[in-house]
């Protein structure tokens, strides 16, 4: 089964950011992914679709969850991919 990619749309200054970050890296103890983390700062078309909804995940490309970033729904998308 391929390696699952997580995608963390963020920016500087975002404490539900690092929330959302550390939630990811917590499930990367458990789970086979690689993280990318994205600054919608520095893209037009990233800031206008999430300036107000970050932090955004996405997991294989389809978005997982945004705002308040739950580890059990990540834990389960993941679970669902494997």
């Given at each position: 089964?391929?390696?699952?990619?997580?995608?963390?749309?963020?920016?500087?200054?975002?404490?539900?950011?690092?929330?959302?970050?550390?939630?990811?890296l917590e499930l990367?103890?458990?789970?086979?992914?690689?993280?990318?983390?994205?600054?919608?700062e520095q893209d037009?078309?990233?800031?206008?679709?999430y300036g107000l909804?970050?932090?955004?995940?996405?997991?294989?490309?389809?978005?997982?969850?945004?705002?308040?970033?739950?580890?059990?729904?990540?834990?389960?998308?993941?679970?669902?991919?494997?």
């Amino acid at each position: 089964m391929p390696q699952s990619t997580i995608t963390l749309y963020t920016r500087n200054g975002c404490p539900l950011c690092d929330k959302a970050k550390a939630t990811l890296l917590e499930l990367k103890e458990e789970y086979n992914f690689s993280l990318e983390e994205i600054d919608i700062e520095q893209d037009d078309e990233l800031h206008e679709r999430y300036g107000l909804m970050i932090p955004v995940v996405h997991v294989d490309g389809e978005e997982a969850a945004y705002g308040f970033i739950d580890k059990y729904e990540i834990s389960n998308r993941l679970q669902e991919k494997s």
